[in-house]
């Protein structure tokens, strides 16, 4: 344990990995809220929005297994137990979603019979029977999750603000996109 | 702001007064707020009177009503199924498979617009045919066609503002005709094609039916050369016009009977063809016919040899979406096309979780 207390940061295959997944979640998130209230823009918004989907459920995926063969820099000593309880639980909540929505979203459309194009040809195969009843329930799901996601990520912001700007623990440091030397 | 974050984690900052943190906090309150904003702004939140796929379908439910289980807008149909039959002409316009020779199974949906899936047919309703062509590896190419020689609106705020026009007065149940003038007023090419359209005899059936793509499309070639493009399935079966006689008195469903009787008999079948636009030719608007000239292909034949009600089709759990293409077509810029496709899933959602209701052609219709 005496070389991860060392180690400050996530490593730089984590942090490219984050950084990455944020600016695509972000532009997801405005795109999906976008494209259901547009006329004009919806088919080159949902052009985006499927292919987009499919490419963070990849990450993902890396993002995931890639974790589980890194260290991980320590919480800051500044917090409590119950901080560190509710932070470990902000993350498993935000894989989970960045996993689910995407495999509902592919999903649905699957139960609508609609295709899933990604780039000219080239696109998925269903994972579910025609049904559209199940559709409705899966694309009701998506929404609330969706939204779901968008106050978890309000809530992640708003944590790493406060350690940062307030408690000034270094928190964010852990995954700057630039290096920060350890002590 | 991020300068702290070079000091190192155990080195910990004198703790901030309190005034400083109450400000530092109504500052992260104030970023929070809005980056929420902003998202809610993208989403419409603010801007109550934006024209919506949601709005749109509201429109229609004001018009028609709420049909459980039914389409918003074209309610009343059969579903068909058959096969599309390519003479390979179509692959010198565009590298879509479905224009190499050759055949491939279609599921389509005859229909009339509104939005009452009990109406009474009539030849003056307009006529939609849906079509799905099944590409092999998954792709496929879905047409949602009408009878009209040209669409009315040339935009979606104009079909819009149409419906509301043409939404019945409370107090008399009827449309308020200085409304409906009042948008004639106002939309002169609304006016220039109903013209169009009124020149056009209606024909007796749907068998004798034309049906036309309306919005233009790009077809793109193997070498990578796009055209503009319209299209139109032009009926084999000989035009009749429609009689004045025409018994819907006797028979509500007296059209789609004859087509069940004549589908029967014999496969149905149109010519696909395929018109060329020329440079100039407008691609944006659909109220316009391309003139007389442009140069004309047969690229296949359709044939339809099966017929369902709605109930055992599966044409109704389809969504005609225009803009479900294989690859070497594209949208055009005309701006119904996306409103369309974000109007036709709006409907398809809505339906998808409402209970079905039984059709107006049942099983039996089509059994007999």
């Not at chain 1, 080239?122 to 899966?138: D, R």
């Not at chain 2, 044939?303 to 044409?315: C, F, K, M, R, V």
């Not at chain 2, 294989?326 to 036709?344: E, H, Q, T, W």
Request: aromatic residues 10%.
């Amino acid at each position: 344990m005496n070389t991860a207390s060392q180690q400050t940061q996530f490593t730089v295959l984590m942090r490219i990995l984050h950084w990455l997944m944020a600016a695509m979640v972000l532009t997801m998130l405005g795109i999906g809220v976008a494209m259901v209230a547009s006329l004009g823009d919806y088919h080159r918004l949902v052009s985006i929005h499927r292919p987009l989907g499919i490419a963070i459920l990849i990450v993902v995926v890396i993002r995931f297994v890639n974790r589980q063969f890194s260290t991980l820099p320590p919480f800051p000593a500044s917090m409590s137990s119950q901080e560190r309880f509710v932070a470990h639980a902000s993350e498993v909540l935000l894989y989970t979603l960045l996993f689910v929505l995407p495999l509902i979203g592919w999903g649905m459309l699957s139960a609508a019979r609609f295709p899933i194009l990604l780039y000219g040809p080239l696109h998925l195969p269903p994972i579910l029977p025609h049904s559209v009843t199940l559709y409705a329930f899966l694309r009701r799901t998506h929404t609330v999750l969706a939204y779901l996601l968008f106050l978890a990520f309000i809530a992640h912001f708003g944590a790493i603000l406060f350690h940062t700007l307030v408690v000034r623990d270094g928190l964010f440091s852990r995954m700057a996109p630039w290096r920060v030397r350890a002590r | 702001m991020l300068s702290d974050s070079t000091a190192s984690a155990e080195k910990q900052p004198a703790p901030l007064s309190r005034s400083s943190a109450l400000r530092r906090l109504m500052g992260i309150g104030v970023v929070i707020l809005c980056v929420a904003g902003g998202f809610l702004y993208l989403g419409g939140w603010f801007s109550p009177n934006a024209l919506t796929p949601a709005r749109f379908v509201d429109a229609f439910e004001r018009t028609d009503g709420v049909h459980s289980g039914f389409r918003r807008n074209h309610a009343k149909g059969v579903g068909v199924s058959g096969y599309f039959e390519s003479n390979g002409e179509g692959a010198r316009l565009s590298k879509a498979v479905v224009f190499k020779l050759g055949r491939v199974p279609v599921t389509g949906r005859f229909s009339f617009g509104g939005g009452d899936p009990n109406v009474v047919d009539g030849p003056n309703m307009v006529r939609g045919l849906g079509l799905l062509f099944w590409l092999p590896d998954g792709e496929e190419w879905r047409t949602a066609m009408v009878n009209l020689p040209v669409f009315p609106f040339q935009t979606p705020q104009a079909f819009y503002d149409n419906l509301v026009a043409s939404q019945p007065d409370p107090k008399t149940g009827k449309p308020d005709p200085e409304k409906i003038a009042a948008f004639a007023a106002s939309h002169p090419a609304t006016v220039r094609a109903l013209s169009i359209i009124q020149s056009h005899a209606p024909s007796s059936g749907f068998d004798n039916t034309a049906f036309n793509s309306l919005n233009a499309f790009w077809f793109i070639d193997a070498a990578g050369k796009s055209i503009p493009v319209r299209w139109t399935l032009a009926p084999v079966q000989p035009f009749a016009a429609a009689s004045a006689a025409a018994t819907a008195q006797t028979d509500k469903n007296y059209m789609f009977d004859e087509l069940i009787a004549s589908i029967l008999q014999h496969p149905l079948q149109w010519h696909l063809i395929i018109t060329i636009g020329q440079p100039g030719d407008p691609t944006n608007d659909a109220t316009v016919a391309w003139l007389d000239g442009r140069g004309q292909m047969d690229v296949g034949t359709l044939t339809l040899n099966h017929i369902d009600s709605e109930e055992t089709s599966p044409a109704r759990d389809i969504n005609f979406d225009p803009l479900v293409l294989p690859s070497g077509m594209a949208p055009s810029d005309d701006p119904l096309l996306s409103a369309r496709s974000a109007i036709y899933s709006q409907s398809f959602t809505r339906r998808a979780g409402e209970a079905k209701t039984p059709s107006a052609i049942s099983p039996a219709e089509v059994r007999k």
